[in-house]
């Protein structure tokens, strides 16, 4: 649900068209068309859209050009769509393959939209090389968000790091043993020899096509 602000100079209608204007542009990631203020509003002249977006303009609440979609990105939509990113770091690669060698810095920082992610200071980014997870949807390339601060549970996809080696892999559980499970029948499941540190939960994937 989109808090809005209200502002004294304007009419009932003016607030009510910026207000779906702005909940139409958080929703969606562009601005209303006037047909569609034309349903929002329950009207079916484009005259009376167009009068209140002249007026909204002339206010200084809105820009348009003469565009089907030509409302410009609203002050108060380009605000809350920031406070919705955070820059999350890049912990370079982890494998889905087996387990390799990997020391964990900072490779660089990737905006993020943290909107559905409950605790952004405590996620990170690692880039996956292999082919391990493909049935589980993870393929090479893909940018993996974890969080260090969530209780690993069976049958989460976690970053683990097994025998001072990491990789990712779904965390099972056979009798009272802990394993890393590969979603890729070509690899094995990894039993660990000494130790298992679980050092985050994937919570989502980034790929760019």
Partial sequence: MCINTYHMNLTLKQQQV?????????????????KEIKIFMGVSSDNSVIKHLNALEKKG??????TPRGIGLLDSVSSKLQANFANLPLMGFVPAGGPVNAESYIDDYVSVDTSKIKNPHTCFLLKVTGQSM?????????LLVADSSREPKVGDIVIALVDNANTVKRLCKNDDRLYL???????????????????????TLIRNY
């Fill in 61 to 66: 609440y809105i820009s348009k050009s003469d």
């Fill in 18 to 34: 910026l207000d779906f204007i702005e909940d139409f542009q958080l929703n969606n990631g562009k601005s209303p068309t006037i």
């Fill in 181 to 203: 499970k590969a979603e890729n029948s070509e690899y094995q499941d990894i039993v660990p020899a000494e130790s298992l540190e679980i050092q985050g939960v994937v919570l």
């Fill in 134 to 142: 493909i049935d589980a949807g993870i393929f090479e390339g893909d």
